[in-house]
Nanobody, 119 residues
């Protein structure tokens, strides 16, 4: 059994910063990719940022230069530092942890944390 729990969401003004954390726990041997997606009502979930076990990162174009993803492999934790937040960053942010690679690999998701950017 694997649990994935996010924290750190909230309300922030435009231009502000937030840091999200996501910890995976349970029966885990190796976590490969970890990362963050976001979703707003009526739209598809979209990739925000991903990071491999070795630290290679991928970002959505809309957040590049403003968001930074990092991870602590010893703690099975991934972080998302969000700076210069915009109203359009408002969404539910969900974390995933991949316990395998390739098609059909087990992926676990958290419940999501709300980020609201508003003045």
């Amino acid at each position: 059994q694997v649990q994935v729990v996010e924290s750190g969401g909230g309300l922030v003004e435009p231009g502000g910063s937030l840091r999200l954390s996501c910890a995976a726990s349970g029966t885990i041997f190796t976590i490969y990719n970890m990362g963050w997606y976001r979703q707003v009502p009526g739209k598809q979930r979209e990739l925000v940022a991903d990071i491999t076990r070795g630290g290679t990162t991928t970002y959505a174009g809309s957040v590049k230069g403003r968001f930074t993803v990092s991870r602590d492999n010893a703690k099975n934790t991934v972080y998302l530092q969000m700076n210069t937040l915009k109203v359009e960053d408002t969404a539910v942010y969900s974390c995933h942890a991949d316990l395998g690679v390739g098609l059909g690999a087990p992926t676990y998701w958290g419940q999501g944390t709300q980020v609201t950017v508003s003045s």
